[in-house]
């Protein structure tokens, strides 16, 4: 299990109307963990609420880290929370970054996309590829200004592009044009409501972009759970055997039995539940492995996921 480390929340910044931006740093001095472009970091919670939000800084040794989080109508707590309950000097523990996003840093050219908070790793990406002196083109959309952050920040790359709704007729970002505009060694990296994932993924596939060049980050979970089978599960390191009924998942009947294993979302798009799989078929219904991974099954994650051959072994 990740150790968590301490850190003391230094400053909230007003990023928009419904988005603030919170940087964290050691509580008791000293460095940080380094976080690559597309890396998130796990604030735990009062109530047993743990919630991964996109770091919009990064670096090798990093003095701080700073998240977006964005007020959300429907708060299943932890934004709820952290809108109304942090306070500069409180002290959160945070498990270190983690990257289920990563940027490929050697391409010929990139397409970044970001809609609403999603644009937290993409300008994070940004920020890297102009490092290393990558060409780029960002797109940047949001229901209006009052709504988007890092405006200023954003529109100083010469090749960003910030498209807002209320300015734009009623007129839908044209997503498959930017996708059918890509090279042949263009990388291409979205994050956003799932609506824009799913149709940037379909874009993708119409188009003929090989899935490797294809990167996509989910807030929320892609496909229902795996709930419609029972079947066993064998925890091989524990040496227990248990029924997963029709209804339940995995990670509920773990930890029913009281078995612990890392998780956080239960939505399969955060990895923090991510097992190995010593045999059977899993029942895929994650939002992070890609189809060469899911074919491979060598790991899945067993909060969503569930299993298509009657037995299941899992390095637990």
Known sequence: M?????LKLTSIVLGSDSVNLYSFAPAGGGALPPAEAGAHITLLLPGGLERQYSLVNIGDAPTHYTIGVKREAESRGGSAYVHDSLRVGMVVPVLPPQNH???VE???DYILIGGG???TPIYAMAQRLTALGRRFRLYYTARSRSDAILLDEIAAWPSAELRFDDECDGQPFPLAQTVTSAGSGTHLYCCGPGGMLNAFEEAGRACGIP?????VEYFAAKHEAATDQTYVVELARSKKELVVPKGKTILEVLIASGVYVSHSCSEGVCGACETTV???KPDH???ILNDQEREASETMMICCSGS????LVLDI
Do not use: K, N
């Open 117 to 119: 908070i999603g644009i």
């Open 211 to 215: 899935q490797d060049r294809i990167h």
């Open 308 to 311: 298509l051959s009657e037995r």
């Open 285 to 287: 219904r994650d939002a």
């Open 106 to 108: 050697d391409a010929e």
């Open 278 to 280: 010593l045999s059977g």
């Open 2 to 6: 990740t150790e968590s480390i301490d």
């Open 101 to 103: 996003f990563p940027l």
